[in-house]
Nanobody
Framework: QVQLVESGGGLVQTGGSLRLSCAAS????????MGWYRQASGKQRELVAA???????DYADSVKGRFTISRDNAKKTVYLQMNSLKPEDTAVYYC???????????????WGQGTQVPVSS
């Protein structure tokens, strides 16, 4: 029932910008942390950025100063503003949320389908 749907991915040139969005929907009672992960070809999935319900953020060292994560709690949406993109940013980006479903007491991890971000050199 719960879904995380990413949007905004696509081809971008080196030095360009892109804004990813991820909207949560379904029978959700509350959302704790939301974040973005990425997985490059042949590599493991890694945390890019995360944001708590209170607005505290955490970033991977490789994206600090270039990426900004934000959220709109009313819209149940998390954003990732990506600036000064580099070829090494090329990956499939996945939305993640720690949330509680309406009929389930514990929090659980939920993932989006992923959106491709190819950065041309």
């Amino acid at each position: 029932q719960v879904q995380l749907v990413e949007s905004g991915g696509g081809l971008v040139q080196t030095g360009g910008s892109l804004r990813l969005s991820c909207a949560a929907s379904g029978s959700i009672s509350s959302i704790n942390t939301m974040g973005w992960y990425r997985q490059a070809s042949g590599k493991q999935r890694e945390l890019v950025a995360a944001i708590t319900s209170g607005g505290s953020t955490d970033y991977a060292d490789s994206v600090k100063g270039r990426f900004t994560i934000s959220r709109d709690n009313a819209k149940k949406t998390v954003y990732l503003q990506m600036n000064s993109l580099k070829p090494e940013d090329t990956a499939v980006y996945y939305c993640n949320a720690v949330l509680k479903e309406l009929v389930i007491t514990p929090y659980g991890n939920y993932w989006g389908q992923g959106t491709q971000v190819p950065v041309s050199s």
